[in-house]
């Protein structure tokens, strides 16, 4: 039997042009899952600057990985449901169901708390073929006058997470991102894969979430550039003053009385700095529209326009999902 040796090196630094190569080759000879599973253990011990190395010359990284980004959010998709509950809330979390506005609708008895960040629609769909979750419930017990249940989500879908970063938002190298009120911390690994901004910050007054926040950032290695700030936004307006993109996806409408939305609302609004980007989801206009919070949105926001065709690219070149309509209630503003 033939024995082949392999090449060994010493503990000196060897070229990245070299390093580009031997990696590419790596790639090159494993299945997809063996493929999947080195990415995994490989980019948790890298920086993102580390990780141009097996980028090519148009700076983007080689097609093997592609996927890279997805393979990354679904495992740590997969540890996060290890952590929490299956609705992803803490018993140390607050809720305030919203009692005017269109989620006012949300009684606790037919209201279901499914986290898109953890659940996609394909995992929605298997949970309720394996009769896991519901769909429906009875009006009246033992008719047929049946009502679909409502499903709540407090995060961003990976989906959501992709479009944004790649389509809606301009390239954010050197920039900071802010995300107010972080929870699970979607928002954060998301933009950690798939921007190269220089810091991604993330505030969440629920300490639960931001020990959870923290473990995830140390086993990927993304504590190079997020930071978790444990605090409620209003004691933070030195981070919103930095911030060049503030991520607010529904962030108090859950969590907060309808007085403490306002005063938070009207903090914002004086404390936001011109030029900075706002990313809302529902619109802001839908947001403050049951709220007294006296703020004319268009002296304060300019609606930014949707771009039109393809994005500009990217690092980790994804493809755009189809969008359809699927984000439509989602926006960006330019702070006047």
Known sequence: ?????????????????????????????????????????????????????????????????????????????????????????????????????????????????????????????????????????????????????????????????????????????????????????????????????KKIIGVEMNKDFCELQSKIVHKYNMQDRIDILHKRIEDAPDTIKSADVIVLNNVFEFYLSEVEQIQVWQFLRTTMTKGTIVVTKPYIEETLKHLNTVIKINEWLRRIKEPQGSPAPNLFCMPLADEQGKYSDIASYEVL
């Open 1 to 197: 039997m033939e024995v082949k040796k392999c090449k060994m090196y010493d503990d000196s630094s060897i070229a990245s042009d070299e390093a580009k190569i031997h990696i590419k080759k790596l790639l090159q000879h494993l299945n997809k899952k063996d493929w999947q599973d080195t990415l995994l253990f490989m980019l948790p011990q890298l920086s993102f600057n580390e990780l141009n190395a097996v980028t090519n010359s148009n700076g983007r990284i080689c097609s093997d990985v592609i996927k890279g980004p997805i393979t990354i959010l679904n495992s740590i998709v997969k540890d996060i449901k290890e952590r929490v509950p299956f609705n992803a809330i803490f018993p140390s979390e607050r809720l305030n169901l919203p009692t005017s506005g269109e989620n006012s609708d949300c009684d606790p008895n037919i209201t279901i708390h499914v986290d898109e960040f953890l659940y996609n629609d394909n995992d929605i769909e298997e949970l309720l073929n394996a009769g896991k979750l519901q769909q429906y419930y009875c009006k009246n017990c033992g008719s047929k006058n049946i009502k679909s249940l409502i499903y709540i989500s407090h995060s961003l879908s990976q989906d959501a997470l992709h479009y944004i970063f790649n389509h809606l938002l301009p390239i954010l190298k050197d920039k900071t991102i802010l995300d107010i009120g972080s929870r699970l911390g979607a928002v954060l690994y998301g933009a950690y894969m798939y921007t190269d901004a």
